[in-house]
């Protein structure tokens, strides 16, 4: 067994510590530190787990770190903090990184569009318009920056299906956009709860969140302002009896027909390398364990307006959180974009 921190075989080009790492996210962050070729843990924290010791996969072999109080580290030590710390509690840590002098990927909302200095007040030293981590849409805001908001994984399934089409000035004006999303059991954290048990989830499928009550919708109505798009959201998420995955079906009120339902998504997502088009309807098993989102488009018939549907999948736990984040890492220390994923 090898106990990662001290690999002196490991290309050492930049430390990274992860505050929150008994975490689904911090898990798999772990993982991709232990597997990039150009960072090092420097820490790992996990308060109610300290002592302990996490074992990842990466690169083929196992990794054993040992996790540690948050109150233990010397987040100096630290060139990149992710912080997958819950929502609400997570600003504090990013300030006291960024005091330290480590540049900072937050995983949790304190700081997305909607959220931050929008709707509370944030410690001293944190910006209220930090960058929005969705490299996709917004790679120049991120390269380069202190400290990133990394988005939800429902945000990031929707806003990726959508952002080409709001571009384009395809969206209808006013129309009402349906989003029904179904997300494996990883989506709501690590800590049990009575409706999370193997026994409620298994062969079973229900929603939740209705009514247009889940907080991703924040950032998700922000960056659609943002592109541009004059339109309302009613978003339904579902709980799927799986553990990691997200597929949406969005249905997209359109200013005029289209004669290729992916033209825009070629146009917009040519080069890049986490965004899959396919001719076939995306599942789950498509992108689990990867760093993508696979899209899909359909023209249906038997509607009197113009209409699109887009399907979006991807795995919460890797483009939808950590894998995203190590992108957002990539960029800001001046790595190639796609350095630890293959």
């Known amino acids: 067994m090898q106990n990662y921190a001290f690999n002196v075989h490991k290309v050492q080009s930049y430390t990274i510590g992860v505050l929150g790492a008994s975490g689904y996210s911090g898990r798999e962050l772990c993982a991709l530190v232990a597997g990039h070729p150009h960072l090092t843990l420097a820490f790992a924290t996990a308060n ?5 010791t996490l074992r990842v996969r990466a690169a083929g072999r196992m990794h054993e770190i040992a996790l540690v109080g948050a109150d233990e580290v010397d987040l100096a030590s630290a060139d990149l903090i992710f912080a997958a710390l819950p929502h609400g509690a997570s600003a504090e ?24 200095g929008n709707t509370h007040a944030l410690p001293a030293g944190v910006p209220g318009d930090a960058p929005y981590g969705l490299p996709e849409l917004f790679r120049d805001q991120i390269r380069g920056a202190r ?12 806003l990726v299906a959508l952002a080409p089409l709001a571009r ?20 709501a954290g690590a800590s049990p709860k009575l409706e999370y048990l193997f026994a409620e989830v298994t062969e ?7 009514g247009n009550a889940h907080r991703h919708l924040f950032e998700m109505r922000a960056i659609m302002q943002q592109l541009g798009a004059d339109c309302d959201l009613l978003f339904t998420p579902h709980l799927l009896p799986v553990a990691r995955g997200i597929l949406s079906t969005i249905t997209v009120p359109l200013t005029r027909p289209v004669d290729d339902a992916l033209d825009p998504f070629r146009a917009a997502y040519e080069h890049e390398p986490f965004v899959e088009l396919t001719a076939d309807l995306p599942a789950l098993a498509d992108v689990q364990h990867r760093n993508v989102v696979r899209i899909a488009a359909r023209i249906p018939t038997g509607v009197r307006t113009p209409t699109l549907l887009v399907f ?7 483009k939808g959180a950590a894998g995203q984040a190590m992108q957002n890492a990539n960029l800001m220390l001046g790595l190639p974009e796609t350095a630890g994923f293959w």
Request: with cysteine; hydrophobic share 45%; glycine share 14%.
């Open 48 to 52: 109610a787990q300290r002592g302990t």
């Open 93 to 116: 840590w990013v300030a006291r990184s960024l005091a330290a002098g480590a540049r900072v990927v937050d995983l949790s909302s304190d700081l997305r569009p909607g959220h931050g």
């Open 147 to 158: 400290v990133v908001a990394s988005p939800g994984c429902y945000a990031t399934s929707v």
């Open 168 to 187: 384009a000035g395809l969206i209808a004006p006013g129309a009402t956009i349906n989003i029904a999303s179904a997300s494996g059991v990883s989506g």
């Open 204 to 210: 079973n499928f229900r929603a939740y969140g209705v």
């Open 312 to 318: 979006s999948a991807l795995d919460n736990l890797v």
